[in-house]
T-cell receptor, first 111, second 115 residues
């Protein structure tokens, strides 16, 4: 039972363009959402989060959008840089409970 | 934030043996979490380790297979027992931040291959 789904295993984007990573969830009780980035041979690092009371959160080049009615969130990276090439995990939780992760999307930013 | 040191970083083990993974945090934390990432899969929580009490295991994970120790507030170990090739995964320890442990900090992971 995959409660958090990242349907695109990989994404390739040209440097300077926008990267859009998508994530869908099924549990309507989730009220907090996060994105993590993972480089090879490293643990995931927290990138950005959003509470269910908001529909957008921005941090520099990174913006997360939440569409609760569609149970969908997305991460926008603009402009994309080669150093952004990594695996991106979407995660969700019902506050106070465990984080549930998606399977990840490999982002490749071509220079 | 927290700095988490995890070792070994990788190991190749024979079927039927056991491997103990160590996790050291640079600050005292109440809860430590152990995750597994099988190839092509998401990160799955194995158990939550609380200092001074037995670990709490998620559905599908049992103490006999994944015994956990938590002797103090900065250290934990996870043992993968009686290994089979299906145990080949990345194992990650993490600690939480925020009132609901909603932000996790991860160690660098242990890449385990079982032959």
């Amino acid at each position: 039972d995959q409660q958090v789904k990242q349907n695109s295993p990989s994404l390739s984007v040209q440097e300077g363009r926008i990267s859009i990573l998508n994530c869908d969830y099924t549990n309507s009780m989730f009220d907090y959402f996060l994105w993590y980035k993972k480089y090879p041979a490293e643990g995931p690092t927290f990138l950005i989060s959003i509470s269910s009371i908001k529909d957008k959160n921005e941090d520099g080049r990174f913006t997360v959008f939440l569409n609760k009615s569609a149970k969908h969130l997305s991460l926008h990276i603009v402009p994309s840089q080669p150093g952004d090439s990594a695996v991106y995990f979407c995660a969700a939780m019902e506050y106070g409970n465990k984080l549930v992760f998606g399977a990840g999307t490999i982002l490749r930013v071509k220079s | 934030s927290a700095v988490i040191s995890q070792k070994p970083s990788r190991d190749i083990c024979q079927r039927g043996t056991s491997l103990t993974i160590q996790c050291q945090v640079d600050s005292q934390v109440t809860m430590m979490f152990w995750y597994r990432q099988q190839p092509g899969q998401s990160l799955t929580l194995i158990a939550t380790a609380n200092q001074g009490s037995e670990a709490t295991y998620e559905s599908g994970f049992v103490i006999d297979k994944f015994p956990i120790s938590r002797p103090n507030l900065t250290f934990s170990t996870l043992t993968v027992s009686n290994m089979s090739p299906e145990d080949s995964s990345i194992y990650l320890c993490s600690v939480g931040a925020g009132t609901g442990n909603e932000k996790l900090f991860f160690g660098s992971g242990t890449q385990l291959s079982v032959l």
